[in-house]
């Protein structure tokens, strides 16, 4: 069955960073957009990061953008999350997902039929 496992998440100082990594198994895994999510506290799940199928088109949410980047290694069928001048409002659990269509990341209304999703990495941003 498909498995999305994320690692790299921990406790970081304000201006830190960290590189969250997802593996994935039991996909053709070249075959689908990879991205992430994450659940802040007090806050809905949201969009943070999307990467195609290819690689070399990704997507941010404002809120991240100039400070994450999301690259993806097909050989090795894992997506990697970097996040650098991490704020205290990044704190948050962060999901990997996978889905055929880079849209089903970006649209509210398609992100339901996002295809696979992983447990879910802490990340906790302290002052």
């Known amino acids: 069955q498909v498995q999305l496992v994320e690692s790299g998440g921990g406790l970081v100082q304000a201006g830190g960073s960290l590189r969250l990594s997802c593996a994935a198994s039991g996909l053709t895994f070249s075959s689908y957009a990879m991205g992430w999510f994450r659940r802040t506290p007090g806050k809905e799940r949201e969009f943070v990061a999307v990467i195609t199928w290819s690689g070399y088109g990704t997507q941010y949410a404002d809120s991240v953008k100039g400070r994450f980047s999301i690259s993806r290694d097909n050989g090795d069928n894992t997506v990697f999350l970097q996040m650098n001048s991490l704020k205290i409002e990044d704190t948050g659990v962060y999901f990997c997902?996978?889905?055929?269509?880079?849209?089903?990341?970006?649209?509210?209304?398609?992100?339901?039929?996002?295809?696979?999703w992983g447990q879910g990495t802490q990340v906790t941003v302290s002052s």
């Open positions: 997902a996978a889905a055929p269509s880079s849209a089903k990341f970006v649209d509210p209304k398609l992100r339901q039929d996002i295809d696979y």
